[in-house]
């Protein structure tokens, strides 16, 4: 856009400046009072206009008759509506300067100046208690509905024109009587502008000249027990609005204090929004056009909305929210009915339908129901398709274009249903080939796992095996050796007790031997020799004995 940081500071200061404005509250103490005396400073700050004299537009009416300067208090209603006109007031010479200033640095000399616009629009409206404001945001979308119903009626007529379908009238609601109870003459907007204009006009004299004026239409409902309210039949439904407030709205109270005070900014750029602002008393006066009211130029402007996309080409998105507490997972239908029916969708549901609602280029049938023409061997498209429908569909439900074939939606079900059919016992085909090869594979997968836990289990069981044959092997082994050694020891023992007996036996003979060797000796000897060789006797009796009892021991 091109704008310097200063300007872009101005703007965030300006915002701001709206922000703590709307933070002001009243009390009433003799007539309007500032309760928080801090937001309307802060306010007075960043919009660069005096605190004093803010409080002041804020809180009472100045005038000016004659020369002389009068201040009525205002109530804590009228202060309030004071408030929002200086922030709506700023905010909208904001918004379109901003908006000038796009389409400038948009707009080129050398080329034709074209532009992309978006209107956002919430709905329709219809709350407990509807004021002026719901009022007017409803005309706007019966407008604004009347615009799409013949926006797609005509698209509907030149689909089918294009096509060469012959155009049959289309039986669809027509908004209009409810558009002209509000724009005709003594309709609601020039009963409201009337009664505006006049000094003494009020909301039930008003309520009376609407009652009065329309109570026949059938698009307005007059209510049974008298009070401020009137009903309008809308194309979303009946909606009852409460004229309270209508008047004081509709006539605005941005007065000619507020612009001399927002003008006396000490901010070049505030001064440069409300330069071209002109007070009453310039506009005003006899054979000068008088102040336009809101519903006037909010008519004017939703006229030359309606003008502006009559020239267009428009491209409808429709919003919808699935409950009003903005959680997942949480879909409403009564909510979703509702906002289909205020957004029109209904009956554009009942302009497709009155005809052909479903229509499909002829490649694209062919493709989507191709079980359908297995048995239609033409190659053309539009033959294909022409020759199925006519050997299987009345010729009601359905024509046939020059690039697309229009049906009923009872024709595309049954068409679907068959195509279900063909193609729900293909994949049952395919899924018992699969099933089957895939059991196959796993019959395999289990049985090469149950070899292997087999091959397991019989190694298991053989080596288990082969260990208790080596302990029972190595049990035999052992009573066999150990009976092997004890034979084995018994011989050794038996020859050692024979040598063992074969030497006391010599020993015995040498003993006898030496007894008698003695004897004869101590026959022959002296007695000294005969008593050593006793002694000797006597050792060699010992050994013997001792011998004689370890061999027994043994």
Not at 148 to 175: A, C, M, R
Not at 193 to 204: A, I, L, M, N, V
Not at 336 to 344: E, F, T
Not at 527 to 545: D, F, G, P, V, W
Request: charged share 30%.
């Amino acid at each position: 856009m091109g704008l310097s940081n200063q300007v872009v500071d101005e703007i965030l200061t300006i915002l701001a400046g709206i922000l703590h404005l709307g933070n002001v509250r009243f009390h009433m103490d003799g007539g309007a009072q500032i309760s928080d005396r801090d937001a309307v400073e802060k306010a007075a700050q960043f919009l660069s206009v005096s605190t004093e004299s803010l409080i002041e537009s804020l809180t009472h009416n100045k005038r000016e008759m004659r020369g002389e300067v009068f201040l009525s208090p205002l109530n804590e209603d009228q202060a309030m509506a004071s408030r929002d006109s200086i922030t709506m007031a700023v905010y909208s010479h904001l918004f379109d300067w901003i908006i000038q200033r796009i389409n400038s640095r948009v707009k080129s000399p050398k080329t034709p100046f074209s532009s992309i616009g978006v209107l956002d629009i919430f709905g329709f409206e219809n709350f407990t208690i509807n004021r002026f404001e719901q009022f007017n945001i409803n005309f706007a979308n019966e407008k604004l509905q009347q615009y799409f119903n013949k926006h797609i009626f005509s698209l509907e007529q030149l689909e089918y024109n294009q096509e060469g379908i012959p155009w049959s009238d289309i039986d669809w609601t027509d908004n209009a009587g409810c558009i002209d109870l509000v724009e005709r003459k003594m309709g609601v907007f020039s009963v409201i502008d009337e009664e505006s204009r006049f000094p003494k006009g009020t909301d039930k004299s008003m309520l009376e000249k609407l009652h009065n004026a329309n109570a026949k239409n059938p698009f307005y409902i007059k209510p049974k027990i008298s009070g401020s309210d009137f009903g309008i039949r809308h194309f979303a439904g009946d909606v009852v609005y409460n004229t309270v407030g209508f008047l004081e709205k509709n006539r605005g109270s941005f007065r000619d204090d507020l612009i001399t005070l927002l003008k006396e900014s000490t901010s070049d750029f505030m001064y440069d929004l409300f330069e071209g602002v002109k007070l009453s008393t310039e506009r005003g006066g006899r054979g000068k056009p008088k102040a336009a009211t809101v519903a006037s130029a909010f008519k004017e402007s939703l006229s030359s909305l309606m003008t502006t996309l009559s020239g267009s080409n428009p491209f409808f998105i429709r919003c919808v929210k699935p409950n009003a507490r903005k959680q997942a997972n949480d879909f409403q239908n009564q909510l979703m009915i509702n906002q289909l029916r205020y957004s029109g969708m209904m009956q554009t549901v009942v302009i497709r339908r009155s005809g052909y609602p479903v229509r499909r280029a002829y490649a694209d049938f062919c493709t989507r129901y191709q079980p359908l023409l297995a048995t239609i061997y033409t190659k053309v498209a539009k033959d294909k398709v022409s020759l199925y429908l006519t050997k299987n569909a009345s010729p009601k439900e359905w024509q046939a274009g020059k690039t697309k074939v229009f049906m009923k939606e009872t024709l595309e079900n049954v068409l679907e249903q068959q195509r279900v059919l063909i193609l729900g016992s293909a994949a049952i085909m395919i899924q018992k080939h699969w099933r089957g090869a895939i059991a196959r594979m796993h019959y395999r997968k289990r049985l090469a796992n149950i070899v292997k836990v087999q091959s397991l289990v019989r190694a298991h069981l053989y080596r288990k095996l082969f260990l208790q044959t080596k302990s029972a092997a190595l049990v035999v082994q052992k009573y066999v050796r150990g009976h092997i050694a004890r034979q084995v020891v018994a011989e050794m023992w038996g020859e050692k007790c024979a040598r063992l007996e074969a030497e006391l036996e010599a020993q015995r003979q040498a003993l006898e031997e030496r007894r008698a060797e003695m004897e004869r000796l101590r026959q022959e000897a002296q007695e000294q020799e005969a008593e050593q060789l006793r002694k000797e006797l006597e050792e060699e009796e010992i050994t013997r004995r001792k011998e004689e009892e370890e061999r027994k021991r043994i």
